[in-house]
């Protein structure tokens, strides 16, 4: 027998053998968005592996041993995000009430599932009073996306009130002829020609990153992404070049690009290339909503 | 005769006057420290007073001069030996490593080397390259020896005399330029040596630790975070190198939770990597920021015209507090 060859493996009654999945990280992504089917024991036996250790020094690991908080699971607002003693206060205020109303349920749990494997622990739980959707495809994409946009770019919001009559009155006097079109004249088309003013205008607000290079591109074409509410989430459908379209085009082009949207049967060209987005509220009601901006890759 | 102002020379001539008189054992050994009266005058007077016997002009020959005096000390006199410059210890270094650190080891405790070697040590005062070093933990680092190094009169004169009281061999440091700047009113009898503790104590932020004239620009820089910033810091003067004082370090660091290390030394191996070893094992936990260090350079002492840039500054100081302090 060679030197380093397996002799046997001791395995204990209720240890659970680990599969080697054979699914690197990339693929397995991939496979979230949807083609591939992957087992989810999989992915909880992946997350153990994905481990980090959490960043603090010392005296504040002990200090979070004192309060009997688990640091892994505190987020750090330091340098280089690192947990600081202010995180550990307001992780311990924002998880008392939770902890208080859970604490029952969780001593239970943890006696009677502590042997178990986490996916056994999902299962029975599923029964009790929650529902597991997995988070995948569009939505995990979108729910990724948000957090990298949230996280890494700095945002500001302005809020403003806009005086609309006159606009109102416009709009009637095109009815009749859009009416004549077939179209559905709503407000968003003008907003979008305003905005595409606006932006010839003020050019640093048509603009993208290059962080590889460290230049702003200000652009000279207005693409003007929708967003979109679809049964998967938040899509953004874009008009390309939307300074060179009449109001009627526009308006036109947006009814097609939101069904096409609802029947998930957009183009990649479709949904990117957006230089600029517009959110609209109206139809839901309230006036403002926080928005995350878009991280490009490559400058487009 | 309390309450007098004296310098740091002042109160090691009067240490010495002191010993010399008390004890018939005690003699001094030295370059030029007789008739001269020392190079810095810090035996003046003492040749008058006491003798060529007891006061002793030696040639230049520094292992000549520490084994002899090891030898006077096997045989029960109780030798004070000046080397001029710490730096030119080294053709004795020697005698005081192979000899006098070991003798109560290698004789199964029967014979001590009470032996006491006063050094003046340092850059700042435009010397010349061996003139200007700090090489503490060279000594620090030998078992057998014991290493003080006081940053103001007072303090020099109590651990001179408690380090002739001490049966083994005591290296006494004086930082150069402390000799004739600082003073401080004191009693005449003072014979605190280990664990002499002083402190300077506010309501703190962050910990120093420094050792001779470094105690100076800790204390300035110190002032002006205060004044700048408000930020409180302690102070901890050292004072024994070797042994270092463990429950005051800890104590501090564990009021804190960060800490600055001052020293003129190298910084590689210097004994400052030491004391953050110390906390390391013991204060570990209490831990707010990593402990910085503000050293001299791994380079030697640069001539006098660039010494300044070698030494630490309160500048540098300062700016340590404020890295470990918005760590």
Redesign the interface.
Known sequence: MEVGTTIFTIQEENDVSVPDTGISEEENQVGQSGDVKVNPEHITTKQHHQAVRALATPFVRQMAREMKIDIEKVKGSGPAGRITESDLKQFKENNSFTRENAKQHDDKTVQEMAPMKDAVLAKGLENEREERIPLKGIRKKIAEHMVKSVSTIPHVTHVDELEMDRLKEFKNQLKVYSDDKDIKLTFLPFFIKAIVIALKEFKTLNASLDERTNEIILKNYYHIGIATNTTEGLIVPVIKHADQKTIFQLADEIRQLAAKAREGKLSIDQITGSTFTISNVGPIGGCTRPRSLTIRKRPY | MMGKNLTMLQAITEALDQMLGNDDRVMILGEDIGVNGGVFRSTEGLYEKYGNDRVVDTPLAESGIIGSAIGLALNGMLPIVEIQFLAFIYPGFEQLVSHAARMRYRTRGQFGVPLVIRTPYGAGIRGPELHSESVETFFAHTPGLKVVAPSNPYDAKGLLISALEDPDPVIFWNRLNCIGLLRKKFPTKCTEYQSVKQKWSRRKRSDHFCMGAMLREALNATKKIEAEKGWKCEVVDLRTLYPLDRDTIVQSIKKT?RALIVHEAHKTAGLGAEIISIINDEA??????PIKRVTGFDVPVPPFTIEDHYLPTVDRVKQGIVETIS?
Do not use: R
């Open positions: 939770g570990l936990i209490y831990l707010k920021a760590f």
